[in-house]
């Protein structure tokens, strides 16, 4: 199967910046989209960024226009580029490798994201 690693949070001001970064090692070739989901203390967790295996993006309503997800050229690989981070946005953030016919729904630990106001 697959196993995903995030990196690339902390902790960061109001209106700054962080870029999240996740890899995937193990059978990478059963990977097609990835995405990116968040759960802050006491909420679901819930869909923040995702990239089809053809580049198409999609974002939530929250982050639209803030943040920017991309894929490796290796498609080992995706990124989370965040900018104007609001405390809002403050929460756990997770890589996901959705199911597909041969991919169980894989996850990685999550990284933390804090935005102090």
């Known amino acids: 199967q697959v196993q995903l690693v995030e990196s690339g949070g902390g902790l960061v001001q109001a209106g700054g910046s962080l870029r999240l970064s996740c890899v995937a090692s193990g059978t990478i070739f059963r990977i097609n989209a990835m995405a990116w989901y968040r759960q802050a203390p006491g909420k679901q967790r819930e869909l923040v960024a995702a990239i089809t295996d053809g580049g198409t993006t999609s974002y939530a309503d929250s982050v639209k226009g803030r943040f920017t997800i991309a894929r490796g050229n290796a498609r080992n690989s995706v990124y989370l580029q965040m900018n104007s981070l609001k405390p809002e946005d403050t929460a756990v953030y997770y890589c996901?490798?959705?199911?597909?016919?041969?991919?169980?729904?894989?996850w990685g630990r999550g990284t933390q994201v804090t935005v102090s106001s």
């Open positions: 996901n490798a959705p199911p597909t016919d041969y991919l169980v729904d894989s």
